[in-house]
């Protein structure tokens, strides 16, 4: 059987090629993992919390697409607010996203680091493997491993 390729496919191509132009290596590096951790960890949760393979997606292209500003920009500053325009650029680009969905994923982003707001379960996705990322990223770190959300996904993960 033939590989399919998917939308992700399109989005990590366009997100590669500007990965790849990232001077500094070790931002590089970050920019690899963090944006693709949370994109896998958003698909799981997606999954794991009785989402469809459309929606974990959607949740995953989010995922890789949310800082997209703080690593390929190098711009903290409104990062979500700029990783979700840009996301709306990259996703129009890829010609293969209904109006809805960009929405949706941008929506996310947009207000991924409003982690104290209770936002629609796509949002709550994005947050939540944000947090998962950077908690997995070294667990015995106890600034990530004390935060609510952290907290609240070893509950409903590991139980």
């Given at each position: ?32 993992v963090h944006?693709y951790g ?28 949310h800082d ?92």
């Open positions: 059987m033939d590989r399919q390729y998917t939308k992700i496919d399109i989005v990590r191509s366009i997100l590669d090629d500007e990965i790849k132009q990232i001077n500094d290596e070790e931002q590089k590096r970050c920019a690899y944006l949370v994109g896998q960890a958003a698909a799981f949760l997606a999954m794991k919390r009785g989402f469809g393979r459309e929606f974990a997606e959607l949740a995953e292209i989010a995922g890789m697409l997209y500003s703080k690593y390929v920009l190098n711009d903290d500053a409104y990062h979500a607010e700029k990783s979700a325009q840009h996301a709306r650029t990259i996703l129009e680009k890829g010609k293969v996203f209904e109006v809805d969905d960009i929405k949706i994923v941008c929506d996310a982003i947009y207000n991924h680091s409003r982690k104290q707001e209770i936002g629609n379960a796509f949002c709550e996705i994005l947050k939540d493997a944000d947090e998962m990322q950077h908690f997995f990223r070294n667990p015995t770190e106890n600034y990530f491993f004390e935060k609510e959300r952290v907290q609240k996904l070893m509950k409903e993960l590991c139980v």
